[in-house]
């Protein structure tokens, strides 16, 4: 049985920074590519981040660029976000996704195992 947990969320001021953690567990996580999503209020799930089994390859939608970071530990079946310079419109209810098979894209479609949420709220 596949779980995520996710760890993290919270309120921050804009310009502030939360660190986001997720545990795997029920997969083979070391050979899984692994994403963050968000869902804010009234709009549809987004990718973030998504990053490489082998953490050699990520990629961020362009809101994000130069201000988080995804990375992962597979000793620890643990992936990561760290997010700096938050601005309000981040704030959304963060997932850790993990995808239905080894060639997932960084999409929503592509990944068929969500954690439960954890909800991110960045106040002007």
């Known amino acids: 049985q596949v779980q995520l947990v996710e760890f993290g969320g919270g309120l921050v001021q804009a310009g502030g920074s939360l660190r986001l953690s997720c545990t795997a567990s029920?997969?083979?996580?070391?050979?899984?590519?692994m994403g963050w999503f968000r869902q804010a209020p009234g709009k549809e799930r987004e990718a973030v981040s998504c990053?490489?089994?082998?953490?050699?390859?990520?990629l961020y939608t362009d809101s994000v660029k130069g201000r988080f970071t995804i990375s992962r530990d597979n000793a620890k079946n643990t992936l990561y976000l760290q997010m700096n310079s938050l601005k309000p419109e981040d704030t959304a209810m963060y997932y850790c996704?993990?995808?239905?098979?080894?060639?997932?894209?960084?999409?929503?479609?592509?990944?068929?195992?969500w954690g439960q949420g954890t909800q991110v709220t960045v106040s002007s």
């Open positions: 996704g993990a995808p239905d098979d080894l060639d997932a894209r960084c999409r929503v479609a592509d990944f068929g195992y």
């Open positions: 990053i490489s089994y082998n953490a050699e390859s990520t």
């Open positions: 029920g997969l083979a996580f070391d050979d899984l590519p």
